[in-house]
């Protein structure tokens, strides 16, 4: 360590350290953008692009390689032996190279993002003749190894300054320069995120390069590069996390406007069916039937009960408006009524409403009445009892609707499927008017449906 210190001196050896340091903080950065797009696969953000990603990476691929060929001809530096000979020259020929290439490569990103992204040719064309300024510096690099142009190594291998050094580095002062000029005049056309990396990527490497002009032993411009680096890479988080944010609000918000459009396309469905069965004639046939049977009690109580059933669903398809509790209630039995003409005392139902002063979407209830008569106690021969129960907890309302069976017993496919709807329907409902929730809580004693909303939808009667 000592010979090595002694060889490049104290000052280059504090730079390789520096920039060792800043090569692994690259390679951790390279490595957390790279290993997030395969896991990015199993999650909500797949389709989610995050824009400026991979110029981000190239930039940091370059300045990785930018260092680490400053360190290796640093290493070989002040060493007779062939192969440092050969490292020198190699290596910080390479460093030239991948130096142009990261002013070049920000002259495009201003060229794609800003001119052509905009329509300004005019900016296009500068930026272009920006471009070939370098080619001039280019040309010298290409000659360099035979003439000395921009640098060459004198008989202890350093690394000494060419003749024509300073045009390369006034070239790419120019260059920066250009880009502050074009950020400040165009900078209300520019995103957020672009003017932070065009600050950052371009004001501190250009004060690393103005240093490096009066003061050589010292490789300024790759620390400022590198300090750089982290800065953009703060940024590109924050970025992330902003674009990830607005795309699920824009997610959100098209869901939000498929729901509805297919709201509605559902109730324009609900019109034309309403219009083909012609709820009005059907109705007016049950009273004149139920008329002819007043000298048969049951009959005509059924018939009431049936046609009551059947207008509160009709009235639900074609009309969205809340509607009380107690009138919820009033379906319900109707319903009830029915069904207990089919289970006789199979069907048993106690009620606890503690409260009944507040509105409800139509059909809220009776859809889980139904499935706890159907699904939980219908198929089981001895029955059972379902319960219905209202009251207030915590600033809401509760509704539950209990039955005493599994919920699962001799139950078939296209059961499964028909209480699955109801429920979906039932949780639709209170989607759309956006007032409460729906909750299943199913066990081996039983199911409770459980329909919570805020306390702010009491019945203004």
Known sequence: MQELIDRIGITFFIQIVIELWNSVFLMLMIFSLIIKKPRAKQELTKNIEIPYTKEILIFYNLIFLYNLCNVISILSTGSNAVISYWLVRIFDYLYYVIGAFQTLFFLQLIKKYIAEKNGFTLLRKAVSAVQLLHVPALLLLAVTPFTGALYSFDELNRYVRGPLFIWWHITTIISFLFIILVYIVERKNTDIFLRQIIVTATVIPLAGFIINTVHSDLSFNNICVSIT????????????????????????????????????LEQSKNAVLMAQIQPHFINNSLMALRSRCRDYPDLYRSITQFSQYLRSHFEAISDTKMISFEREMENVEAYL???RENYGDRLQVEYSIE???????????????????????????????????????????????????????????????????????????????????????????????????EKGQEDPE
């Open 355 to 453: 409260c009944d002063d507040f509105l409800i979407p139509a059909l809220s209830v009776q859809p889980l009445v139904e499935n706890a008569v159907r699904h939980g106690i219908g198929t089981y021969e001895q029955g059972g009892t379902v319960y219905i129960k209202a009251f207030k907890k915590n600033e809401k309302i509760c509704i539950e609707i209990i039955d005493d069976g599994s919920g699962q017993s001799s139950i078939t496919e296209q059961q499964k499927k028909r209480r699955g709807i109801g429920i979906e329907n039932v949780r639709s409902r209170l989607r759309t008017i956006d007032i409460g929730e729906l909750e299943i809580i199913r066990s081996e004693h039983g199911t409770t449906a459980r329909i919570t909303i």
């Open 229 to 264: 680096a982290i800065i953009i890479f703060l940024f590109y988080e924050k970025h992330k996390t902003d674009v990830t944010v607005r795309t699920f609000h824009e997610l959100n918000l098209l869901q939000t406007q498929l729901v509805e459009k297919k709201l509605a």
């Open 337 to 339: 009524d029915l069904e």
